[in-house]
């Protein structure tokens, strides 16, 4: 691609790139931070709720005509959820608002924030969240923080909602 100018990464990641190559061909690198916050944490929330609310199962209930094993599905409930969210980034402070409005008890982890609200360790934010979101790209720091006995301290019933980024 000779007439390659410039590569521009939709995000902030650039985990995806080749920058050693880019640096090697004078192709400058250019990220758009912010992006995806606006569609990314409504539709976080939107799976959160669905999962907390119940509303696969009981629709499909519906679907199949078994309408009268509704009743057998406890939906939970907002008020008094712990959703943990891992980075406390751009998405991760805007999902936290809506939370806090419900009556939730927001938990958060993030090492590189330090005056994050809700701010646990790792540990106990899987063993007290009824949800956990992620929403950190998968690079070497990041790599295997969500391992088997991490996901064996969560609560049983409890979700996790993965929203980074893939590896390349």
Not at 145 to 168: D, E, F, T, W, Y
């Amino acid at each position: 691609m000779p007439a390659l100018r410039v590569i521009a990464r939709n995000g902030v990641g650039v985990e995806k790139v080749d920058l050693v190559n880019a640096e090697q061909c004078g192709i400058p690198v250019v990220v758009t931070p912010g992006t995806g916050t606006h569609a990314v944490a409504p539709g976080t929330i939107a799976m959160a709720l669905g999962l907390l609310k119940r509303h696969r199962v009981t629709t499909e209930l519906v679907r199949e005509g078994r309408w009268a094993e509704r009743s057998a599905v406890v939906p939970g409930d907002l008020e008094g959820a712990v959703p943990g969210i891992i980075d406390y980034g751009r998405i991760g402070r805007r999902l936290a608002r809506p939370g806090n409005a419900f009556g939730m008890e927001v938990l958060t982890f993030d090492p590189y924030v330090t005056d994050a609200p809700g701010q646990v360790d790792l540990d106990q934010l899987a063993a007290r969240a009824d949800m956990i979101s992620l929403h950190l790209p998968l690079i070497a720091e990041t790599h295997g923080l969500v391992h088997g006995a991490l996901l064996a301290r969560m609560q049983p019933g409890s979700a996790l909602i993965n929203c980074g980024l893939p590896r390349a």
